[in-house]
């Protein structure tokens, strides 16, 4: 209980603790092989005591963590700010936890920050997608999409469909156009149907180019 206390009350910067952190995390797995007995003690039973008394409540309690540090984000960061935010989180998370605790704990830290900043906040994250689109911001796209693939179990139907509907309502938009200077310009005699074809070109350009940066070729 006391060094989950330390690690709560250090969670912003485990840096700061991260000897004593450490020292004592180590500690159970040398009670483990005393307590086991060097001859028949195969990593899952080191690590049995190791996850039973500290691994399963430290993720109970980084899962609350993170999931506190998600809602926070959401309410006060726009989406573009959040993404770089989630990212940066990760490689700090990746950094100062690989120190601290064993390995195999390092890709469970990892799932429960994808779950609790992308999984629960979805919603957050796709209904912002579009105006990612129309403000052409593909470096916030890509990141989205990069950390939505992350997720184990996770379908990409929502995400791919966004991108479908927006090409559809952009298309019938820029069609809109074309007819609206149509109108103007057959009167005078200038508008020809190569115009009509062009608009349609640059319309599709304009998406392979953020799908393509954003889908990673998928």
Request: hydrophobic share 35%.
């Amino acid at each position: 209980d006391e060094l989950l206390m330390l690690i709560s009350q250090s969670r912003d910067d485990l840096s700061q603790r991260k000897e004593i952190i450490k020292t004592v995390v180590d500690s159970y797995i040398i009670m483990s092989d005393t307590r086991v007995g060097s001859k028949c003690t195969p990593t899952t039973v080191l690590l049995s005591i190791y996850c039973e008394i500290f691994e399963v409540p430290c993720l109970s309690q980084s899962k609350k963590h993170y999931q506190n540090l998600a809602n926070m984000w959401t309410e006060e960061k726009p989406v573009d700010v959040y993404l770089q935010n989630i990212e940066e989180y990760l490689e700090k998370e990746k950094d100062i936890c690989s120190a601290i605790f064993h390995e195999t704990t390092i890709p469970k830290l990892t799932a429960a920050i994808l779950n609790e900043f992308v999984r629960e906040k979805s919603e957050f994250l796709l209904t912002s997608v579009p105006g990612l689109i129309n403000s052409n911001d593909v470096t916030s796209l890509k990141k989205a999409f990069d950390l939505f693939m992350r997720l184990e179990d996770y379908s990409m139907s929502k995400f791919i469909e966004i991108f479908k509907n927006d090409f559809v309502q952009h298309g019938l938009e820029e069609v809109t156009k074309f007819h609206t200077a149509a109108v103007k310009k057959e009167i005078e005699g200038k508008m020809l149907p190569i115009h009509y074809v062009d608009t349609l070109v640059k319309a599709c350009h304009y998406y392979d180019r953020i799908i393509s940066t954003c889908f990673n070729n998928h």
